[in-house]
Nanobody, 117 residues
Framework: QVQLVESGGGLVQPGGSLRLSCAPSGRASLFYAMGWYRQTPGKQRELVATMTTGGSTTYADSAKGRFTISRDNAKNTVALEMNSLKLEDTAVYYC???????????WGQGTQVTVSS
């Protein structure tokens, strides 16, 4: 069973930057879509950004202009560059992948991002 492994979370001050990365733990066919969601205690997991193999992207309004999603299709990986981080960006960030448009996606274990002064 392929798993998604995230890295790059941590503690950063407001206005700072972080880069999250996600890769499958083993050999996997190219995922149709990969992306990032986030969750804070007591709230539902919410979309941050997704990207298909064709380059189509979707961003949450809160991420537009500050976050950039990118993929390396050759390595089947996805990254999220986060700039101008705000206190409200604090959350556990989950990598998401979907093999085909009609299949159910699956999640990584999550990585904590904390924005604090």
């Amino acid at each position: 069973q392929v798993q998604l492994v995230e890295s790059g979370g941590g503690l950063v001050q407001p206005g700072g930057s972080l880069r999250l990365s996600c890769a499958p733990s083993g050999r996997a066919s190219l995922f149709y879509a990969m992306g990032w969601y986030r969750q804070t205690p007591g709230k539902q997991r919410e979309l941050v950004a997704t990207m298909t193999t064709g380059g189509s992207t979707t961003y949450a309004d809160s991420a537009k202009g500050r976050f950039t999603i990118s993929r390396d299709n050759a390595k089947n990986t996805v990254a999220l560059e986060m700039n101008s981080l705000k206190l409200e960006d604090t959350a556990v960030y989950y990598c998401y992948a979907k093999a085909l448009p009609i299949t159910t996606g699956f999640w990584g274990q999550g990585t904590q991002v904390t924005v604090s002064s």
